[in-house]
């Protein structure tokens, strides 16, 4: 199981972008997680956040949530 520390969240007109911090290689569409208070988003995009540090790519990433992301933990998890 892996953890990733939310950082950031940007609110796209039809969905949220959360930038997260943690072992991004794992991350992949259709991936699900659960955050501390048990809400279960699924992973729709992964993109790298670290453009101008690519050394950093594994560690930070935007990730699209599918899911109540109105009410977002500070960790998600793996499922």
Not at 3 to 15: E, Q, R, S
Not at 23 to 43: P, S
Not at 63 to 75: A, F, H
């Amino acid at each position: 199981m892996s953890v990733f520390k939310v950082l950031d969240k940007l609110c796209l007109p039809n969905n949220y972008c959360v930038s997260v911090e943690g072992d991004t290689q794992l991350l992949r569409n259709g991936l699900k997680l659960i955050d501390e208070k048990g809400n279960i988003f699924v992973v729709e995009t992964v993109a790298m956040t670290e453009y101008l540090n690519v050394e950093n790519h594994e560690r930070y990433a935007d990730i699209v949530l599918r899911g109540d992301i109105k009410n977002l933990g500070t960790t998600l998890k793996t499922i």
